[in-house]
């Protein structure tokens, strides 16, 4: 489970006791510990990842877990265990509200983004995406192992199409809002998936030859690119539009990727 603990009060995130009525309601937190908590005999580990920033606020209230004790304390007297399959991650920009105490009880790892960069996401994301085609009890019939023809080619849109433009748009354009690679490729993920889901769901790729359906995903990936890649750009659009017709020419396997229509007008026009 993942949650940005500033993103609600801290009552909705560890419960509420009641003064008039004398009755405790979870909050978040401590209904997903609760949970978990059931499952401790299980092998598979339980993640509660806190992505957000940390202060005094909410986090105190954890010290009870981060220590020896590792125990949940609410305020209506309970206390939940950590089983040893239970675990928890804090994704903060940084540690400048974090208590020594706090610091002391976790283990630290300080990774720059730009070092990471955007390759692990999308890894992560296909290997998610062949996991979620084959679920038989979501898409019943027509649930299916993603050819390795659909692998090779999402490898190569991603590798082919994206570090040029992605490299051109935080070099020499100005974004609307600061964003990271991440931020960017994980948009593209997104809008593409939605795409591809309903490619699965309205028999697109039933009875198709191979080379429609890569027609298809070559066209969903044009536009979640154009609207992620290229969507935090709010002036000079013209500039970015034909520096990726440009990129977009050189590769003689996408050259004809772009509709006609796109050599007189804006890619974003097009999609």
């Known amino acids: 489970q993942r949650i940005n603990p500033k993103s609600i009060d801290i009552k909705m995130l560890y419960g509420n006791y009641d003064e008039m ?3 405790f309601t979870d909050g978040v937190l401590s209904a997903w510990f609760k949970e978990f908590s059931k499952h401790s005999g299980k092998i598979e580990r339980k993640w509660i990842i806190f992505d957000g920033p940390v202060d005094a606020k ?3 209230n954890l010290n009870t877990v981060l220590d020896d004790t590792k125990k949940l304390c609410l305020t209506n007297g309970d206390t939940i265990p950590l089983s040893n399959g239970m675990n928890m991650i804090f994704e903060p920009m940084d540690l400048e509200e974090a208590s020594p105490a706090t610091v002391s ?7 720059e983004p730009h070092r990471m960069g955007w390759r692990p996401l999308y890894h992560s994301w296909k290997l998610l995406l062949i996991d979620e085609f084959n679920n ?3 898409y019943g019939d027509r649930a299916f192992s993603i050819p390795e023809t659909w692998i090779e080619e999402f ?6 199409l994206v570090p040029g433009p992605m490299n051109f748009v935080k070099t020499k354009m100005k974004e609307a809002a600061p964003t990271q690679e991440q931020n960017l490729v994980q948009s593209l993920l997104n809008i593409f998936q939605i795409y591809l889901t309903e490619m699965v769901e309205k028999d697109f790729i039933k009875d198709k030859e191979h080379k429609v359906i890569i027609a298809g995903i070559q066209n969903a990936f044009l536009y979640a690119f154009v609207w992620s890649i290229c969507a935090s750009i709010s002036k000079d659009r013209k500039a970015l539009d034909l520096e990726i017709k440009r990129q977009f020419s050189l590769n003689k396997k996408y050259s004809k990727f772009l509709p006609p229509e796109l050599t007189d007008g804006a890619i974003y026009d097009a999609t």
């Open 21 to 23: 009525s004398k009755e």
């Open 58 to 60: 909410w986090i105190e």
């Open 105 to 111: 009880r976790c283990g630290m790892i300080y990774m």
């Open 136 to 138: 038989k009890k979501k």
């Open 155 to 160: 490898d190569h849109l991603m590798e082919e």
